[in-house]
């Protein structure tokens, strides 16, 4: 398999190993949208689950949590974007118009 991705989220414009243009199939914003709501949905979770059992701090969660979830969040942009393009090309979503 060749390489998707030329920088962190960069795409490549074609595929390294079978030449398919993966450059039309764009899931830029899509995949800032989908990872927001993961990780939202995720750590309101974990918010509500401490603030029921007792609370802490707000200083608990600046230090701890909301470190953590932007680190989750720069884990999970990079797998979920190459799997947007994955599904975007198996349906031949494109954002080209093809005539």
Known sequence: ??????????????????????GRYDAGLLTALLVGLVIVLVFAGAFLVIELAGGTSPLYYLVILLP???AASLLVMRPCKGGLIGLLWALRANDRLER
Not at 7 to 21: D, I
């Open 1 to 22: 398999m060749g390489k998707q991705f030329s920088g962190f989220l960069s795409q490549n414009a074609r595929c390294q190993h079978c030449n398919e243009p993966l």
């Open 68 to 70: 953590i979830s932007v």
